[in-house]
């Protein structure tokens, strides 16, 4: 029951918190790779721990590491001892319930939005090859005027560019657009943003699933640009960004291009391009903002109880 409530409360810190800790260092000169991996970190860790409450609650005895949380909050533990069991049993009843809920709605609502999303991109795949006048190292050109590139998830994926892509921008610009599609292919960039969308459908109601598709698509644009600035050169990448971006070609449904929130994008490639983060920053960042809110829940409640403890004891 103590461990459960330690992870129902780091589900929920993780749940509220993290969206309003994360999304202003979106500006800042944080990697975008680096919030990235927080981002992700943070919602596999409230899927998880929110599940793990639910786990423990059913667990028919001492659930592993019960003991250890138990130690550190004993007034607590001593209080959910002596609780009836039909209460533990209710509450593991509707967590389970929940649960069930959730992971159907989940089901039904990916099914739908992959089913959806494939025959979108199986269909752009076939009239791109129709209409594209060649294909170069999973490239599709267009002979259009105006400049434009986005990338196609699938197996393989590819990019899509115009001829004026190549009449608009320099060599080295048309290179960087170029890196710029091929790292969000390289980075299954398409995979994180529909599972972010997949999620905010499920959990609407949950600030950090809600908050979570704009923020990863805002990130993935700027982890692309910083891989195409290393292939080629900062300036490069904003030339081409501004070029690019002033075309008045749409955009079609379920790709990644190149054209949104350009002022933040030029901002962020002038103030942390130069960045290299090892793969090990990543990883850390991840586990923090998964296992930060969970021991900020276990020394709240640890506080909380010692308090009660020493209020009764005078009492
Ligand atoms: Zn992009």
Not at 36 to 57: D, E, H, N, P, Y
Not at 161 to 174: I, K, N, V, W, Y
Request: glycine share 6%; aromatic share 4%.
């Amino acid at each position: 029951m103590t461990l459960a409530l330690v992870l129902l409360l780091g589900a929920a810190l993780i749940s509220m918190a993290a969206p309003r800790m994360l999304g202003p260092l979106a500006a800042t000169s944080v990697p975008p790779g680096v919030l990235l991996a927080a981002w992700l970190g943070s919602i596999a860790g409230a899927l998880f721990f929110g599940a793990s409450a639910v786990v423990t609650l059913a667990w028919p005895d001492h659930a592993p590491a019960e003991t250890a949380v138990e130690a550190v909050v004993r007034c607590l533990s001593a209080v959910s001892h002596a609780m009836q069991p039909w209460i533990t049993e209710t509450l593991a009843a509707t967590g389970a319930l929940a649960l069930l809920t959730i992971t159907v709605r989940a089901v039904i609502l990916g099914r739908r939005y992959t089913r959806e999303q494939t025959r979108l991109l199986d269909y752009h795949r076939d009239v791109v090859s129709i209409v594209a006048h060649s294909r170069d190292d999973g490239v599709m050109w267009l002979a259009h005027p105006m400049p434009m590139a986005y990338s196609v998830a699938g197996r393989p994926g590819f990019v899509v560019a115009t001829d004026g892509l190549s009449q608009c921008l320099s060599g080295s610009e048309r290179d960087a657009v170029l890196a710029h599609e091929r790292a969000h292919l390289r980075g299954s960039h398409h995979l994180i943003v529909t599972t972010c969308d997949i999620l905010a459908a499920v959990l609407p109601a949950v600030p950090l699933f809600a908050a979570a598709p704009a923020a990863v698509k805002t990130l993935v644009e700027l982890t692309a640009d910083q891989h195409a600035a290393r292939a080629t050169s900062t300036a490069t990448v904003c030339s081409a960004l501004t070029v690019v971006s002033a075309s008045t070609l749409p955009q079609p449904a379920g790709t990644l291009g190149l054209s949104n929130e350009i002022s933040l994008r030029l901002l962020k490639l002038r103030v942390s391009w130069r960045t290299r983060c090892p793969k090990v920053s990543y990883a850390t960042a991840a586990a923090l903002s998964m296992a930060m809110p969970v021991a900020t829940a276990l020394v709240g409640l640890a506080a909380t109880s010692a308090a009660v403890c020493l209020t009764l004891a005078q009492a």
